[in-house]
């Protein structure tokens, strides 16, 4: 079977886009291939954190996968700190990719020059060897990334293929696969750009765990148009398009379809405020069910962490017997 590994940084919350664009499609796709997801705290750490935060971000974002539909009996979701395999093998992937391909990560110069007078870790620079890290271990046929991801695949199927001809074959060649293509969920109140938990204003976006009060404030308060008339139209109509685009994605038809329904912007609105919250209250009530329980949440992640560990160490230990590192009995 397949195997495929998407991973997810327990930073800021998760919105509307993010469900619709990305975890709704793992959900739906954990019984046809075997799929390992990943927390990736230690990849947070690149940037400086507040003490104490990201721990509960883990847990709260693992509430948030079992809550969308994650079963963890089939879908193995599990810690990336938890595994210390993934700093062990952090280390072997570093010692295999060189400077001068870290130095040309479009990722790390955005990022720097972004940064500016802050602090640069080592970790920024290093990142792309974590992450071939968190890849080669699961021997991930496939890993589904958005475009800005794809050079951090590219380097890893170079990492893997350079310590193959050196040690001989140890490591899956992985590829970079478009995801099964979700809505593209737009900002309510700048429908030309992505929804997006990075946006200095938040008001026009939909976080999964936000109040049905406040979900139909947003919607109330989406950007339309000066026109009066409802039609699926991204380009002329990007604000009407966008809650079209949700409605569909909220209620299981296509946004044409949707359209035929309306005749008023301030009736799509409000179905669209409504579908939202028809369709997150199951996810909001799980969700809080579970962060009740910490034991069973925990034991849900300690499950996968358990599979994780036992597909990672064996990697761990091919690549150590690869390179000929002395046994340690
Ligand atoms: P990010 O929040 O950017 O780390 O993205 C996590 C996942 O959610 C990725 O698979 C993205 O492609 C997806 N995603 C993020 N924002 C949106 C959006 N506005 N519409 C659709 N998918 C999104
Ligand atoms: N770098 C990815 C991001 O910023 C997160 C990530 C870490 C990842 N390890 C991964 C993605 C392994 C896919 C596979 O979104």
Not at 57 to 86: C, K, M, R, W, Y
Request: with cysteine.
């Amino acid at each position: 079977m397949t195997r495929v590994l998407s991973c997810i940084q327990p930073t800021g919350d998760v919105h509307l886009g993010n469900y619709l664009g990305a975890l709704r499609n793992w959900v739906s796709g954990q019984h046809s291939a075997d799929v390992f997801h990943g927390i990736v705290d230690l990849h947070a750490l690149t940037v400086t954190q507040i003490p104490g935060v990201i721990g509960n971000n883990t847990l709260q974002l693992a509430a948030v996968l079992f809550a969308v539909g994650l079963d963890p009996d089939v879908a193995t979701v599990f810690v990336q700190s938890h595994i210390p395999e993934h700093s062990q093998m952090g280390w072997i992937m570093e010692c295999t990719v060189s400077f001068g391909e870290l130095s040309r990560m479009t990722q790390f110069k955005d990022k720097s020059a972004k940064r500016e007078a802050e602090f640069v870790s080592a970790g920024l620079f290093t990142y792309p060897a974590l992450q071939a890290a968190d890849i080669l271990l699961y021997d991930a046929n496939e890993v589904p990334v958005g475009d800005d991801q794809r050079q951090h695949i590219e380097i890893t199927r170079d990492i893997a293929m350079r310590f193959n001809h050196r040690f001989g074959e140890t490591f899956v060649i992985p590829e970079a696969v478009t995801p099964a293509s979700g809505a593209r969920v737009m900002d309510l109140l700048n429908p030309t750009s992505k929804m997006s938990k990075s946006g200095a204003d938040d008001s026009g976006v939909i976080y999964l765990l936000d109040q049905p009060a406040i979900i139909e404030k947003k919607f109330k308060r989406a950007v339309t148009d000066s026109e009066t008339e409802v039609v699926f139209d991204r380009e002329r109509k990007p604000g009407v398009s966008n809650l079209l685009e949700i409605l569909a994605a909220a209620t299981g038809t296509n946004p044409q379809k949707a359209a035929e329904t309306y005749t008023k912007y301030g009736e799509l609105k409000s179905a669209s405020a409504q579908a939202v919250i028809a369709m997150l209250e199951p996810i909001q009530l799980r969700y809080h069910e579970l962060l009740s329980d910490r034991g069973e949440l925990m034991r849900m992640l300690h499950k996968g962490n358990i599979r994780a560990r036992e597909v990672a160490s064996a990697t761990l230990s091919r690549a150590h017997r690869a390179i000929g590192l002395l046994e340690s009995k």
